[in-house]
């Protein structure tokens, strides 16, 4: 049996096991007979008798996780006394905490930080709004904010269900970025309630990065964000995807030695992510990019009542006009780009593509098109997973691009911000380091987010 696993199916199994020669070797026998992987292996006390352990292993679902604890059960002489899931252990209690900048050590402290002497300092940013960046937390603040209906790939499960992935941003953002961000979810899907409650909490807010909200609502309370506050509105599952995969194109290039004006690149996904990276290639000099979504090529004839962004996308790519499936807009292109669900680009597709051509394929958790099965035929491979070389994740975007914001005072985010983002990000590889698997540097790689701060501040302050 193939062995496959990962962290997010993780458990610890504290085990009691007879003391003697080999009773260790048939739990981990039981083990590998599912397909799973053995992590550590603690011993937690013992005696004459017995030993209990506590045993990590790694799989591959949440069935597949049962299908470990039953063969560990069926162990003569062993007996499974707890199962704990790692993953959600490291979500009890929340993984954010507010602490306090300044000590409370006395009632000087207390007079200063809090009445009477805070008085002073509302008078002040009562008269001078603008003074809240310098005297509270607002200067390095961000609003996570979604309406739960496109949370990864699990689709519309609402503010609840919502809510740990806004908490797992806030601290990328802290962690990378030193944002102080808030998850905020809300119980409402009307664009016009979402957009009244965020102008309302906004004074408080350096900046919103709108989540998983879905398409096409998502661009209807971006725009009219961007029209009613006065901070940077800025929806990552658009732009910070968008600039992750043009940086992640920029060195492919470099590596195939081609110009990205010569590009024919076909894009399957014409949805939030599909748009804003469709928008940002051609915004980098692309040419000729054909956007797929579920009925087929985009085309200006068959959008007629669509709406009004995705006529403006199907205006400005697909430029010979062609019509059809995904099939026959990957046919002679030098790039695929997916954005859309698993298993969509087949083998005999790639085979059609222009020689040695580039996939980045980003469904999660299952690519469009499986690295191993695209090996044979492509030059490059990338995909939004951590498991395979090349991950094309937002986490080297948003929170340097949030902290340059922050720095500068920006009010609005703009093209230039994220082709300068992108530039800076495919620039913390060196030339002479970049191969076909390594186009895109890791997400721990925290230079990154300083470099992108650094050039999105450049741009914004002028």
Not at 26 to 39: H, K, P, Q
Not at 185 to 201: F, H, M, Q, W, Y
Request: aromatic residues 4%.
């Amino acid at each position: 049996m193939i062995t496959t696993g990962s962290p997010s199916y993780s458990l610890t199994l504290r085990i009691r096991l007879p003391n003697r020669p080999g009773s260790f070797a048939l739990v981990a026998e039981a083990i590998g007979s599912t397909g799973a992987m053995l992590g550590s292996i603690d011993l937690v006390s013992a005696d004459r008798n017995n030993k209990v352990r506590d045993v990590v292993v790694l799989a591959s679902s949440e069935e597949h996780e049962q299908r470990v604890v039953t063969a560990v059960k069926a162990v003569p002489g062993v007996k499974v006394l707890h199962v704990h899931d790692r993953t959600t252990q490291v979500h009890i209690g929340g993984k954010l905490e507010i602490q306090s900048k300044r000590p409370l050590r006395n009632y000087d402290d207390l007079s200063m930080v809090y009445t009477p002497g805070v008085a002073r300092i509302c008078k002040m940013t009562e008269k001078d709004p603008a003074a809240m960046r310098q005297l509270t937390i607002k200067g390095n603040s961000v609003a996570v904010v979604s309406d739960g209906t496109a949370v990864l790939g699990l689709g519309d499960i609402g503010p609840c269900g919502a809510m740990p992935v806004m908490e797992g941003k806030a601290v990328l953002f802290k962690e990378f970025g030193n944002v102080d961000a808030y998850p905020i979810c809300l119980a409402t899907k009307d664009v016009d309630e979402i957009v009244r409650t965020v102008v309302n909490i906004s004074p408080g807010f350096g900046g919103i990065n709108l989540e998983d909200i879905s398409a096409p609502r998502c661009f209807d309370v971006e725009d009219r964000l961007i029209r009613e506050c006065d901070i940077p509105i800025f929806h990552d599952d658009q732009h910070g995807t968008a600039v992750v995969v043009l940086a992640a194109l920029l060195n492919a290039l470099k590596v195939v030695g081609k110009t990205i004006s010569e590009l024919r690149i076909a894009v399957a996904g014409a949805g939030a992510s599909g748009t804003a990276v469709t928008s940002l290639l051609i915004d980098a000099g692309v040419k000729d990019i054909v956007c797929v979504g579920r009925t087929g090529i985009l085309h200006p004839d068959e959008v007629k009542d669509a709406h009004p962004k995705r006529k403006w996308l199907a205006e400005v790519t697909n430029p010979r006009r062609i019509k059809g499936s995904l099939a026959d807009a990957v046919r002679g292109a030098n790039m695929f780009i997916g954005l859309a669900q698993a298993g969509l680009l087949s083998v005999d597709m790639l085979k059609t593509m222009a020689p040695e051509p580039i996939i980045f394929a980003m469904s999660n958790p299952v690519p469009e098109i499986m690295p191993e099965e695209a090996a044979p035929y492509a030059r490059i491979i990338a995909t939004g997973r951590s498991d395979y070389p090349n991950q094309i994740n937002n986490v080297l975007c948003f929170p340097g691009f949030f902290r340059g914001m922050l720095d500068c005072g920006a009010r609005k985010v703009t093209t230039e911000m994220k082709l300068a983002a992108a530039h800076a990000i495919a620039s913390s590889i060196p030339e002479d380091h970049l191969s076909e698997e390594l186009i895109i540097p890791s997400v721990f790689n925290k230079h990154v987010a300083r470099d992108v701060a650094k050039a999105v501040a450049s741009v914004a302050c002028g």
